[in-house]
């Protein structure tokens, strides 16, 4: 077993600007991108001489916006996929950067969970970059928040990626009833995971992952169960590991994001997702890439 760490730094600027999308609102001051780096190069830093054989761990980068486009994050990556006792490192990421970096990753242990939208990049650009991942034997999946306006580029794009590229679909909760069954049905047909991302689970006094096998990590090293749960259980950089890992039952009356809910234990996601889960990549994908 593995420690999964959930890393989200200062980083809250984008170069998209989805009007559905609750962060990357914000353009970070320099003074910002300054010390998110520092923090990113201790983190990294502290990973590497925290994980062991006996305590490996899988690293996920899930920003406020998009981190692949600063170097400081590419560099990171790299660095961390050649540590040799950490087993993955995955991140966010819209895609909109050169990928000639990742060349120099170890693409036995990187991993990414792309999205497209279809308002900001073309469909050609996007499924080119894609292409150029799977060229390297890069893992990635590729995603689309499922917006009815989206409906044709969603349709295009299953099109154009090769059939062992996993395509999920996001599903827009803004709206209660948003899908009629039939609009489910298309998009189950693209997806066929997409109707467990459409509830609010029950989530209150359930068993959960996140606090002992899976902790969400802040840029200025505060450990936490989850980002949903904002219990400071401790810090990475004054505080042992392993007094800050608890198994819990989860405290939150729902939770709705995927990044959350699939550590439910009663959503059985390892059987769903296998060593895939980080990047949404099911066990079904998993031997074709």
Known sequence: ??????????????NYSCEYCPFAKEKNSREMQVLDKKDLDRFVAWVEHNSSADYPME????????????????????HLSHLPHVRKVAAQTNLA??????SRCNPQTTALWTTYHPDFVSEDKFVDKSNALSAMHIRHSVGVVGLKQHFPHITALRQRLPQDIYMWINAYKRE?????????????????????????????????KAGDEVVSIEGNGDLFRCHFIKTRKGNIFTDPLASMLKKEACTKATCHCHIGYIHL?????????????????????????
């Open 97 to 102: 950067w050169n990928p000639q970096w990742l």
């Open 265 to 289: 234990d009663d959503m059985k996601s390892h059987e769903v997702y296998g060593s895939g889960l980080l990047e949404r990549i099911p066990v079904s994908y998993l031997s074709n890439g």
């Open 176 to 208: 209660a009833d948003y899908y009629s069954e039939a609009e489910i049905a298309f998009l189950e047909n693209i997806d066929q995971l997409f109707r467990l991302n459409l509830p609010w689970y029950e989530s209150m006094g359930k068993a959960c």
């Open 59 to 78: 690293i996920f980068i899930t920003p406020y916006g998009e981190a692949l486009v600063r170097k400081w994050y590419q560099e990171a990556v790299i």
């Open 1 to 14: 077993m593995s420690l999964k760490v959930i890393y989200r730094g200062h980083l809250t600027d984008c």
